[in-house]
């Protein structure tokens, strides 16, 4: 009888760990990598519009592009409180991320407004976008739902 006990308990714990493991598992979030193609330090904020007013968020560097001790700092803050800061940059020839479902809701194009670090070090969020110093990038869903994944500038 004590070792039907045992095995009851170790049953039960086994499956009470597959199912906080299962929980905390999100088969449906994947992350999307880019290239940062240019020769320039940029922040690229996708939006699912063609206005740069639609921005919603900042691709992320797989890792930190500069250090906290650094005497520069960026920190280009819009109205609605979306924040943009050094740790945000991304290098040339380096890979950055975000959420694949954020790219395309409803649509099968993403737009990226693609901002130089050193414009984000000498101007505000306003005088970036009254001025239009940023270039746009815009990612496309083919047939198969692969999408280009290598940021340059197009002219």
Not at 44 to 72: G, R, V
Not at 135 to 153: A, L, P
């Amino acid at each position: 009888m004590n070792k039907t006990k045992n095995n009851n308990f170790l049953w039960s714990e086994v499956l009470f760990i597959l199912c906080l493991l299962y929980s905390c598992w999100e088969p449906w979030v994947r992350q999307a990598a880019f290239n940062n193609c240019t020769n320039d330090t940029l922040f690229i904020c996708p939006s699912h519009y063609n206005c740069f007013d639609s921005i919603y968020s900042i691709m992320q560097p797989y890792s930190s592009s500069f250090c906290k001790e650094d005497t520069f700092v960026v920190d280009l803050t819009e109205s609605n409180g979306f924040y943009i800061n050094n740790d945000e940059a991304l290098l040339p020839d380096s890979t950055c991320w975000i959420y694949d479902d954020c790219l395309f809701n409803k649509s099968d194009t993403t737009y990226f407004f693609l901002i130089k670090w050193s414009d984000a070090k000498q101007y505000s969020w306003d005088e970036i976008r009254e001025n239009k110093l940023y270039r746009k990038w815009v990612v496309t869903r083919d047939k198969n739902g692969e999408y280009d994944t290598n940021i340059r500038y197009l002219d």
